[in-house]
């Protein structure tokens, strides 16, 4: 698939109000991506890399922007996700420079739209309106599954890319396979937006009020001796917050 596939119908999600609409855009496009390149696409449609932080900032990446873009699309997923999981392997001395010519080598193979979705993907402000809650329910319309069933498995597994993948290619039968595991980060539960109090309390019924405490919010795998600690982007933080682990080992 090319990359202008993907950048045409994020255009297209981001100039359209309606949420069934944007749902079948999303899904269409899902249906044409190859086995491949489903995480990529999932990824990037909900404004994230696979590869998470790639360790280059806003100055560099403006840097590594080439004036001169591709007159014709050619660019594919497949290369542009080979290209960011380069720059987010390179570690160490002079990597900045292999960074910067990686970047510019992929930003030059762009269409000036190309790069314009590049840049705000890897800066972090792809606004389209494409939320993982969307992305959810594309996957079910892309597949005809449950959109709860997609959900449940996403959150089980950590990772919608991967269970996207599954679902498209296996249908039920892939979704199946996703079962709580101990020391694989479940997706966190988070709030859903109402238009105020008033559509909340009306959404919830009774409710109870507390106060909200700043801290961390982290998961906390053990077996035995062996503890895990996870934090709200499913990273491993283990080493950063060895009381939580001491207390952990002592319940």
């Known amino acids: ?19 069934l609409a944007k749902i079948e855009l999303l899904a269409a ?37 080439t004036e001169r873009a591709a ?5 594919t997923l497949a290369a542009v996700d080979a290209a960011l999981e380069q720059v987010a392997r390179t570690r160490g001395l002079g990597s900045a420079a292999v960074k910067d010519r990686l970047l510019r080598e992929l930003f030059a193979q762009g269409t000036e739209e190309e790069q314009e979705f590049l840049f705000r993907l890897l800066i972090g402000e792809l606004r389209q309106g494409a939320l993982q809650g969307l992305m959810v329910e594309a996957v079910a319309r892309a597949t005809g599954l449950d959109p709860d069933g997609v959900r449940r498995a996403a959150m089980l597994a950590g990772d ?8 498209l290619t296996d249908g039920a039968a892939g979704l199946a396979r996703f079962q709580l595991e101990l020391f694989r980060p479940l997706q966190p539960m988070l709030a859903q937006p109402a238009d105020d109090v008033a559509d909340a309390l009306a959404q919830l019924g009774e409710a109870a009020f507390e106060y909200k405490l700043d801290g961390a919010r982290i998961q906390v795998h053990r077996s035995g001796d062996e503890v895990r600690v996870f934090s709200r982007q499913l990273n491993d933080v283990t080493p950063a917050v060895p009381e939580v682990v001491d207390a952990a080992r002592r319940l």
């Open 71 to 75: 007159d014709d699309p050619s660019l």
């Open 160 to 167: 919608l890319g991967v269970v996207a993948r599954a679902a």
């Open 29 to 65: 496009l899902l249906q044409r991506a190859a086995a491949d390149e489903i995480e990529t696409a999932i990824a990037a449609l909900s404004g994230s890399l696979r590869q998470g932080r790639i360790g280059v900032g806003y100055a560099a990446l403006r840097a590594a922007r």
């Open 1 to 19: 698939m090319l990359l202008h596939e993907l950048v045409t119908t994020s255009g297209r999600v981001a100039a359209t109000s309606g949420r």
